[in-house]
């Protein structure tokens, strides 16, 4: 069953402006992470942030977990155009499990 | 060096034929991974394999069947194709699974006609 769910479904930004995304989910989890994919690609695996953890940054990206509202959101700042791609966050239930949303499309104009 | 690497790339075939999808990863993973991504872009999971042995089978016909021979291949055999079928298929592994990051293939783009 479909476990996340991004919002919104498309993003259109400006270059140099900051893109945010949500996904939200159903039930408990261990860990929840975020992956980019870009047009006819594979997934590239982005952050992972562990149940106990609220926030983490890697370089440009900034994840947030309320697990009290079962809801993520990833920040990217400073927008460039090579950005441009799909995201979606994938959560673990209770291992061997990886469910993914359907995606927030971001485009990232220059 | 690839990390999962899955073939063919593209794969056009007609209805009720009988098709496979290879995929092979060299990071030593235990956990292997078969997910669908359909023309909306969900990515729906179909199988998981813990070093060879079946973990989950989502809803899936058993026109689908996997194949593990060792913990570096997880193969994916359709029969009977049917238009449904098409979209794209993506291998992935990962260490002790759910806890570290999943690293994925390019794809499978499956046309059936």
């Known amino acids: 069953s479909q476990q996340g769910e991004e919002d919104p479904q498309a993003l259109s930004i400006q270059e140099g402006e900051n893109a945010t995304m949500n996904c939200s989910y159903k039930?408990?989890?261990?860990?929840l992470q975020w992956y980019r994919q870009n047009s006819g690609r594979g997934l590239v695996h982005l952050i992972l942030?562990?149940?106990?953890?609220r926030e983490k940054h890697s370089g440009r990206l900034r994840v947030t977990l309320d697990t009290s509202k079962k809801s993520s959101s990833l920040l990217i700042t400073a927008s460039r155009a090579a950005d441009t791609a799909s995201y979606f966050c994938?959560?673990?239930?209770?291992?061997?499990?990886?469910?993914f949303g359907t995606g927030t499309s971001l485009t990232v104009i220059p | 060096d690839t990390a999962v690497s899955q073939t063919p790339k593209y794969l056009v075939t007609q209805m009720g034929n009988d098709k496979s999808i290879k995929c092979e990863q060299n990071?030593?993973?235990?956990?292997m991974y078969w997910y669908k991504q359909d023309s909306k872009k969900f990515l729906k999971i179909m199988f998981s394999?813990?070093?060879?042995?079946?973990?989950i089978n989502e809803t899936v016909p058993n026109r689908f069947s996997p194949k593990s021979p060792d913990k570096a291949h997880l193969n994916l055999h359709i029969n009977s194709l049917e238009l449904g079928d098409s979209a794209v298929y993506f291998c992935?592994?990962?260490?002790?699974?759910?806890?570290?990051?999943?690293?994925f293939g390019q794809g499978t783009r499956l046309t059936v006609v």
């Open positions: 992935a592994s990962s260490t002790i699974s759910g806890t570290e990051e999943a690293f």
């Open positions: 039930t408990s989890i261990n860990n």
């Open positions: 942030i562990r149940s106990n953890e």
């Open positions: 994938a959560t673990d239930l209770t291992g061997n499990q990886f469910y």
């Open positions: 990071l030593g993973h235990d956990t």
């Open positions: 394999y813990n070093n060879k042995e079946l973990i």
